[in-house]
């Protein structure tokens, strides 16, 4: 086996059981986010639209990689009950997942929905399990600046951007689900879905930050570079990560679709893409030609 795929195994064995739990559950809601496309594909539904199963694919795939990548990426920190936070951001995830599929296979909308006491009784436990999901967050935010754990600087800055950008993440798609009810409750349910929805691009790139910086710290240590240099390719992917982010979270509540976006922005998001995948790919390919230094173990071993 190749040192990377050693350590993917020892990831699972020296895993806590509610981390282990994570990793099942994430690959569990992954794989349904795969199978409702592919009933998507196959039946010729519209991919547009608040009751389309384009919700349920998004939030099974979406959901399914941050569980397990957060169940990942905070294994590394010292965290006070982390059982039971771990748990609640679990069991939040799948509460979640399961709802939006559910209303999406009913054919109903699955937010902001408050037509019959089923749907409002939805809408509003998917409100509480995104509170339950944000602070769940936080509690792992503080933990990563108040107890890293032995981490290298390198990993240490990857997991501390990541979490907060995925705090960034959480906290748009509270605004979305504020300015959504508001409208639906207003009895405006069209514009609480053109409201909500002009936030989507912003949420969808700050989600994923907790995977693609702790990714590439990950990776960086099977290249046999140095600390140092390893700590300036992540800084690297930090600085590109938060540009695209702010541009496209200036669009965003600026009302402005991505794809219809002054030069300067498209220019300054397309830039920091293209240097983000970069030190991704330079990572991989380093990796796969380096050696692993035995220091990026779990906390558990």
């Given at each position: 086996?190749?040192?990377?795929?050693?350590?993917?195994?020892?990831?699972?064995?020296?895993?806590?059981?509610?981390?282990?739990?994570?990793?099942?559950?994430?690959?569990?809601?992954?794989?349904?986010?795969?199978?409702?496309?592919?009933?998507?594909?196959?039946?010729?539904?519209?991919?547009?639209?608040?009751?389309?199963?384009?919700?349920?694919?998004?939030?099974?795939?979406?959901?399914?990689?941050?569980?397990?990548?957060?169940?990942?990426?905070?294994?590394?920190?010292?965290?006070?009950?982390?059982?039971?936070?771990?748990?609640?951001?679990?069991?939040?995830?799948?509460a979640e997942v399961a709802?939006?599929?559910?209303?999406?296979?009913?054919?109903?909308?699955?937010?902001?929905?408050?037509?019959?006491?089923?749907?409002?009784?939805?809408?509003?436990?998917?409100?509480?399990?995104g509170g339950v999901i944000?602070?769940?967050?936080?509690?792992?935010?503080?933990?990563?600046?108040?107890?890293?754990?032995?981490?290298?600087?390198?990993?240490?800055?990857?997991?501390?951007?990541?979490?907060?950008?995925?705090?960034?993440?959480?906290?748009?798609?509270?605004?979305?689900?504020?300015?959504?009810?508001?409208?639906?409750?207003?009895?405006?349910?069209?514009?609480?879905?053109?409201?909500?929805?002009?936030?989507?691009?912003?949420?969808?790139?700050?989600?994923?930050?907790?995977?693609?910086?702790?990714?590439?710290?990950?990776?960086?240590?099977?290249?046999?570079?140095?600390?140092?240099?390893?700590?300036?390719?992540?800084?690297?992917?930090?600085?590109?990560?938060?540009?695209?982010?702010?541009?496209?979270?200036?669009?965003?509540?600026?009302?402005?679709?991505?794809?219809?976006?002054?030069?300067?922005?498209?220019?300054?998001?397309?830039?920091?893409?293209?240097?983000?995948?970069?030190?991704?790919?330079?990572?991989?390919?380093?990796a796969l030609r380096g050696?692993?230094?035995?220091?990026?173990?779990?906390?558990?071993?």
């Amino acid at each position: 086996m190749t040192p990377i795929e050693t350590a993917v195994g020892r990831i699972w064995r020296d895993g806590r059981p509610v981390e282990r739990a994570a990793y099942v559950v994430g690959a569990v809601l992954f794989a349904g986010g795969l199978v409702n496309a592919v009933v998507l594909l196959v039946s010729g539904g519209t991919w547009l639209g608040p009751v389309s199963l384009r919700k349920a694919v998004t939030f099974g795939l979406s959901f399914g990689l941050t569980l397990a990548t957060v169940a990942w990426a905070t294994s590394y920190l010292t965290v006070r009950g982390r059982t039971a936070l771990l748990g609640s951001f679990l069991f939040a995830c799948v509460a979640e997942v399961a709802l939006v599929t559910v209303q999406a296979w009913r054919g109903v909308p699955s937010h902001f929905n408050f037509e019959t006491g089923v749907d409002t009784a939805v809408s509003l436990t998917l409100a509480a399990g995104g509170g339950v999901i944000v602070l769940a967050g936080l509690g792992f935010t503080v933990a990563a600046f108040r107890s890293p754990g032995a981490m290298p600087p390198s990993r240490r800055v990857a997991v501390r951007f990541g979490l907060l950008v995925l705090v960034l993440a959480l906290a748009t798609g509270a605004v979305m689900i504020a300015r959504g009810v508001g409208e639906a409750r207003g009895g405006d349910p069209q514009s609480a879905y053109t409201t909500a929805g002009a936030l989507k691009p912003l949420h969808a790139v700050a989600m994923h930050a907790i995977l693609v910086l702790p990714g590439l710290a990950w990776l960086l240590g099977f290249t046999g570079w140095s600390e140092r240099r390893r700590l300036r390719l992540v800084w690297l992917a930090v600085l590109a990560d938060t540009v695209l982010t702010v541009v496209i979270g200036i669009e965003a509540f600026a009302g402005i679709p991505p794809f219809a976006a002054p030069l300067v922005c498209t220019g300054l998001s397309a830039a920091a893409f293209v240097v983000l995948a970069g030190t991704g790919v330079l990572a991989l390919f380093s990796a796969l030609r380096g050696k692993e230094p035995g220091y990026f173990r779990s906390s558990n071993a």
